[in-house]
């Protein structure tokens, strides 16, 4: 039991304010609170909606502003002029709006193909805040709508494919039908959003079968590379074999075409000549025999005709040992 004696305080000699300070002081603290909650400031990638007693009032431009105080005006500023987004079985760490992220991620991204195939998905829907006042009036937690239509859209559009798709050839096709999807129905719910951009991020199998699925896509690989090896080949052989084909056949006609050009030149030739030859026979038959033996006794060398009756031939003649040369 505690047997020291009780403090006693004595307040009669703590010096007290005078009055007037207490009444400026009860004056000028409501004044700078009103004024303190007169003015609001709004950053430059947002904007501000106004309400008075809660009813819109107007929406306003990034800058200082003023508005009614005591609560009778109240601001939201929303970032209008950034873009947003969602991510579906992954997140980014440091993230600062809380609905960019689900807690539940791996049943998010746990989806079936439409040949009944497991497959993991991982997407991020790109938005903007297109219309403040229908963001905040038109429909309760508009983001978080978004999302739920994000992912009931993504699982029927990957329900609707195979496996194979949705992991290699249909990526681009899938991000495509999902954006047009969800603009049809942000438009149709009035969310107040423009949806920018739907990407597919990593597309796997689940871990279970993840070896599998590697085989597979080995033997694929090695079948269009075998595929495409052939391709180069017939590529290659194919166009030089129709070339030779094509020349050969050229060259065909070109010894075709020279030859009855030929042929109809010496039929033209034969039948002048017989012409000349009907008009006047006895000389035509002296001229081709002149001709003829003009063209063909050159060639035959050196020839002496000589008299059956001359004797003493070889002193005469100008022998020599080549045709042309000296004695």
């Known amino acids: 039991m505690d ?108 989806m079936v193909t439409g040949d009944l195939n497991a497959a993991l998905v991982e997407w991020v829907v790109q938005y903007r805040i297109s219309d403040a006042r229908q963001y905040l009036f038109d429909v309760r937690n508009p983001g978080q709508t978004l999302r739920d239509l994000s992912e009931a859209v993504m699982r029927e559009m990957i329900g609707d494919r195979t496996v194979d798709e949705v992991i290699t050839i249909g990526r681009q096709e899938i991000e495509m039908a999902v954006l047009s999807r969800l603009q049809e129905l942000a438009k149709l719910y009035q969310l107040g959003l423009r949806i920018d951009q739907v990407q597919l991020k990593n597309v796997n199998p689940p871990a279970e079968v993840q070896a599998s699925f590697n085989e597979v896509n080995r033997a694929q690989q090695d079948r269009e590379n075998a595929i495409n090896v052939a391709n180069g080949d017939y590529n290659q052989a194919v166009p030089r074999a129709r070339g030779e084909a094509d020349q050969a056949i050229r060259g065909a006609e070109g010894y075709q075409f020279k030859r009855v050009n030929e042929a109809e030149g010496d039929v033209a030739s034969f039948s002048a000549m017989l012409e000349q030859y009907t008009k006047a026979p006895e000389i035509t038959r002296t001229r081709l025999y002149l001709e003829t033996m003009g063209d063909v006794i050159p060639q035959m060398g050196q020839k002496f005709i000589i008299d059956d009756s001359l004797r003493q031939l070889l002193p005469i003649l100008p022998l020599s040992t080549k045709p042309g040369g000296t004695p």
């Not at 609001?40 to 309400?51: C, F, K, M, P, R």
């Not at 200082?64 to 929303?78: M, N, R, S």
């Open 3 to 110: 047997s020291r004696p009780p403090v006693v305080y004595n307040l009669d000699n703590v010096p007290r304010p005078p009055a007037g300070t207490i009444t400026l002081l009860l004056v000028v603290v409501p004044i700078l609170f009103l004024v303190w909650t007169s003015f609001y400031t709004v950053a430059a990638e947002s904007e501000g909606v106004v309400l008075r007693f809660g009813k819109y009032l107007t929406t306003v431009e990034p800058g200082l502003h003023f508005k009614l105080p005591l609560g009778i005006d109240h601001v939201t500023v929303l970032p209008t002029r950034r873009q947003l987004k969602l991510e579906f079985g992954f997140f980014t760490r440091g993230y600062m709006d809380p609905i960019q992220a689900s807690p539940y991620q791996i049943e998010e991204k746990s």
